[in-house]
DNA sequence: ACCATGACGTTTC
DNA sequence: CGAAACGCCATGG
């Protein structure tokens, strides 16, 4: 893609994204908001859709939209890999939909 | 510089 | 209560 001179939106993310703990999840909106920009939750996805560019590899499967849906599996090599990292942590997924959302979601500091 | 796109969110019908 | 439209703003062409 690109190589981003100084901290881009899409880095910002990425920082944020990366201190997700483990069997915790965030949504776009909560990063957002953390990075000063609430209403820029979409630029939060586009940024996930490039997280493969980023140094590090970034744990996507741990961010979710505001209702806990997995809007963004099909955008993993495969349609299912999100739900099984996921449940793989511990997280009980039905119908790509968290589920004790509210219990699991994990906000920025 | 302008137009099109998007892994969302909120408001409105 | 469910679906649709609008808004939002960074990145790419």
Redesign the pocket.
């Known amino acids: ?2 190589e ?1 001179k100084n901290l ?3 880095e910002k993310v990425y920082e944020i994204v990366a201190q997700i703990p483990y069997g915790r999840v965030t ?4 990063i ?1 908001r953390k990075i000063g ?16 560019s980023y140094k590090k590899e ?1 744990p ?2 741990r ?1 979710v ?3 806990g849906l997995l ?6 090599a495969t349609p299912d890999l ?1 739900q099984k990292l996921l449940e793989k942590e511990g997280i009980e997924i039905k119908d790509n939909q968290i589920q004790d959302f509210k219990n699991i979601l994990w906000s920025p500091e």
């Open positions: 893609m690109k981003p881009t939106f899409s949504t776009y909106g909560h957002a920009s609430p209403q820029s939750a979409r630029m939060v996805g586009w940024a996930m859709n490039h997280s493969h970034i996507a499967h961010v939209n505001r209702v809007t963004g599996k099909a955008h993993f999100m």
